[in-house]
């Protein structure tokens, strides 16, 4: 689509819209895989290992984001210490070591913003990414 379709639209909306396809993106992408934190074999949640709050620059980072049960995503708060265990067997301990590297620099920019050229590029990356993975 058409990239001036966007014209008007505030850069929370795109982020909104965005979130919505990335998420539905990682749930594609981790189906038939267990819930990243506890292995119950049912979730439904895009769970992101350093949260979106305090960390927007790896908000769209598909290594920080695996599927995750209700429970553990809603009602634990991403039960962190597990998902931290469970974490370099998913990605590779050298991914792993790439992203707590990518969190260092980003505990660095403390006036990260996303902008909005930045945001419709990966709104259309993951409207796209989710396309080839459903068939549709």
């Known amino acids: ?76 708060y991403g039960n962190q210490f597990e998902y931290g265990q469970r974490l370099p067997d998913r990605i590779g301990k050298e991914r792993f070591d790439e992203l707590l590297m990518r969190k260092q620099i980003a505990d660095k920019d403390t006036t990260f913003k996303w902008n909005r050229w930045e945001v419709i590029e990966l709104l259309e990356k993951y409207k796209q990414k989710c396309k080839d993975l459903s068939g549709q």
């Open 1 to 76: 689509m058409a990239k001036g379709q966007y014209k008007g639209r505030s850069i929370g909306w795109l982020l909104n819209k965005t979130q919505f396809y990335f998420n539905r993106y990682i749930r594609l992408r981790d189906f038939g895989k267990p819930c990243i934190s506890c292995e119950c074999p049912n979730f439904e949640h895009a769970s992101h290992f350093f949260p979106v709050r305090g960390n927007p620059k790896l908000r769209f980072d598909e290594d920080n984001v695996h599927g995750g049960c209700a429970k553990c995503n809603t009602f634990m």
